[in-house]
Nanobody, 123 residues
Framework: QVQLVESGGGLVQAGGSLRLSCAAS????????MGWFRQAPGKEREFVTA????????YYADSVKGRFTISRDNAKNTVYLQMNSLQPEDTAVYYC????????????????WGQGTQVTVSS
């Protein structure tokens, strides 16, 4: 139903910023809540942030609150993740995901996933 493609990852120094984008195909993008997850080598995939269908509600993991901002543009079928004050512990593959059930923090609620984009933060 939905195909997701992340972009914008790369190498950045500690304290720097990156903006990730997730482009979605399909005409029903606005029917899905969207989320960002990340996975570092040897660790389980963890929730980062999520946004409701119309963008009225957002959730953030405590580890990124105040530093990361999620937003969406339904007219462009795109969700964004602005990451500021990046630290080495933010290094991971970042995944965009779509949830038909609504905004959620559990990966089990997300049915569609992008391929991921690597974010590396050097000290």
């Amino acid at each position: 139903q939905v195909q997701l493609v992340e972009s914008g990852g790369g190498l950045v120094q500690a304290g720097g910023s990156l903006r990730l984008s997730c482009a979605a195909s399909g005409r029903t993008f606005s029917s899905y809540a969207m989320g960002w997850f990340r996975q570092a080598p040897g660790k389980e995939r963890e929730f980062v942030t999520a946004i409701s269908r119309a963008g009225a509600r957002t959730y953030y993991a405590d580890s990124v609150k105040g530093r990361f901002t999620i937003s969406r543009d339904n007219a462009k079928n795109t969700v964004y993740l602005q990451m500021n004050s990046l630290q080495p512990e933010d290094t991971a593959v970042y995944y965009c995901a779509a949830a038909p059930s609504g905004i959620a923090t559990s990966a089990d609620e997300y049915d569609y996933w992008g391929q991921g984009t690597q974010v590396t933060v050097s000290s």
